[in-house]
């Protein structure tokens, strides 16, 4: 069977932090590939253009055979979610072991996503420490035990592991508020999504 991990996520713009933590997963689990994908329509956040994101994730992880960007939330209506993901996915990579990757400020959000129980089960979650009041190892461990708690208080059983990095500071929202105020982002993104960012006047008050 083989291992694949979904990054899910809004990557407005995509960033070194998101690649750092793919690259750990292919290496902490021995994965085949993992799949980005990009959200079309997030159910709690308002998003540049679909299209500006996938190209920015394109260029991003273009150099890289273990990385394939999927569009498989480009379809449809409406918000797009998490679970529908997973099974469509599961379609196209049958006779797959699934693991998500995931920030720990989301993790701890699963308990309420749309079906977030019949999800949480259908995958291991592979959790990235993030400053969410989990500065240490420890605490980090802590805040996921509590979110594995809640699932088991309604008889659900998840599976997760840290993934071994340092906590990483940066984020899109810092990224989209230095472009607007005009500083570089030189250091927090790869060069080809700086210059795409640039060219189409991304993040800035006169942006498409
Ligand atoms: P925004 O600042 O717009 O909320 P973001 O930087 O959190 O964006 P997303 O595309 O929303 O980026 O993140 C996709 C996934 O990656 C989420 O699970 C998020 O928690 C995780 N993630 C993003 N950046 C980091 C980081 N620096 N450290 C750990 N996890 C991260």
């Known amino acids: 069977m083989q291992r694949l991990a979904i990054f899910g996520g809004t990557f407005d713009p995509i960033h070194w932090g998101h690649l750092l933590l793919a690259k750990t997963a292919l290496a902490q689990l021995h994965l085949k590939q993992v799949i980005w994908v990009p959200s079309r329509n997030p159910p709690h956040k308002q998003a540049a253009v679909f299209e500006h994101r996938v190209s920015m994730l394109q260029l991003a992880t273009k150099d890289n055979p273990m990385f394939t960007v999927s569009l498989i939330e480009r379809e449809g209506s409406g918000t797009s979610f998490a679970i529908n993901t997973l099974i469509d996915l599961s379609i196209c990579y049958p006779n797959t072991h699934w693991y998500w990757i995931i920030g720990l400020d989301a993790f701890q959000t ?65 990224i989209r508020e230095l472009c607007s105020q005009g500083y570089s982002i030189r250091d927090l993104v790869p060069e080809s999504v700086r210059l795409y960012i640039a060219k189409h006047n991304l993040y800035t008050n006169n942006s498409e």
């Open 110 to 174: 699963l308990p309420r996503w749309y079906r977030g129980h019949e999800l949480a089960k259908m995958c291991d979650w592979l959790i990235a420490p993030r400053l969410v009041g989990g500065e240490t190892i420890a605490q980090t461990e802590l805040i996921c035990k509590q979110v594995e708690q809640q699932f088991q208080e309604k008889s659900f059983t998840i599976h997760w592991q840290l993934l071994d990095t340092p906590v990483v500071r940066v984020s899109s929202t810092v």
